[in-house]
């Protein structure tokens, strides 16, 4: 799978302090979606299935969007270095495939959530050699995010 640009939705920081941070991106003029929590089950390489509640929000206006997710100790949730992006995110229409496509074209499979089957499911972070990581979201969560970020509650 190569990625897709047309594919490529939002642009991830993940920062010490979400309201402080959505006040500081504000000023370039994004809207946000009403932050919250998020409890999933995640797991890494290394690690058993954990869950991770995460403080989040997304811009609100397309075409691209910007997450901003309060750091969350113990978790692939860490603050990066001042200024740096956590990860790009890209649509997949099929997360299992889209992931073994990159392993195979070197990537590290990072973080994921995990399944009712103990699989990958809705989301996953894959690490290149250069460090940069990028997040695969399972389409079919769309109608959900497009749903919050037009005002609705968060399902």
Not at 75 to 85: C, F, H, R, W
Not at 146 to 154: L, N
Request: charged share 15%; glycine share 8%.
């Amino acid at each position: 799978m190569a990625l897709h640009g047309l594919d490529l939705y939002h642009v991830a920081w993940v920062v010490p302090n979400l309201s402080e941070a959505m006040e500081a991106f504000g000023i370039t003029g994004l809207r946000w979606a009403t932050p919250v929590v998020r409890t999933v089950i995640m797991q890494t390489p290394t690690t058993e299935p954990t869950s991770v509640s995460i403080l989040v929000t997304y811009s609100i206006d397309d075409p691209m969007h910007v997450e901003l997710i309060e750091h969350c100790p113990q978790s692939p949730k860490q603050t990066e270095a001042l200024g740096i992006p956590h990860h790009m995110g890209w649509w997949t229409d099929d997360l299992q495939a889209d992931i073994a496509s990159l392993v195979g074209e070197g990537y590290q499979l990072q973080a994921w959530m995990v399944g009712d089957n103990g699989k990958p499911s809705r989301f996953a972070y894959l690490l290149n050699h250069h460090g940069a990581r990028v997040e695969l979201v399972d389409r079919a969560a769309e109608p959900q995010l497009r749903a919050w970020w037009s005002g609705q509650p968060y399902p």
